[in-house]
């Protein structure tokens, strides 16, 4: 399984940006698919999570009413659209996809990363 993310940039305070994810090999419409994110010097973190059919969703409260998950299984792509945004989500972000169907917020249930797509939020 591949996984390319892309949709990332540069954006002000209050903005809106849409991050795709591209996914090539595997059976993508078994997999639960996550966005995690990671600021200099910071852990990565959980931000959203669909599950392989679409149904469930699963959200970070700190961007729960800003962001959406998406997917289209028929185009292999899962989408993020993000909200509102701060200064505070500025990140790489990770498309990952997991073997569980739950949308699951702990990234060690992740066995698939993309290289990630930087978030740049200015105020």
């Known amino acids: 399984v591949q996984l390319v993310e892309s949709g990332g940039g540069v954006v002000q305070a209050g903005g809106s940006l849409r991050l795709s994810c591209a996914c090539s090999?595997?059976?993508?419409?078994?997999?639960?698919m996550g966005w995690l994110r990671q600021a200099p010097g910071q852990e990565r973190e959980f931000v959203a999570a669909i599950s392989w059919g679409g149904g469930r969703t699963n959200y970070a409260n700190s961007v729960k009413g800003r962001f959406s998950i998406s997917r289209d299984n028929a185009k292999r792509l899962v989408y993020l659209q993000m909200n509102n945004l701060t200064p505070e989500d500025t990140a790489v972000y990770h498309c990952?996809?997991?073997?569980?169907?739950?949308?699951?917020?702990?990234?060690?249930?992740?066995?698939?990363w993309g290289q990630g797509t930087q978030v740049t939020v200015s105020s």
């Open positions: 090999g595997g059976t993508f419409s078994a997999y639960a």
């Open positions: 990952a996809a997991s073997g569980r169907r739950d949308p699951s917020s702990w990234s060690y249930d992740y066995d698939q």
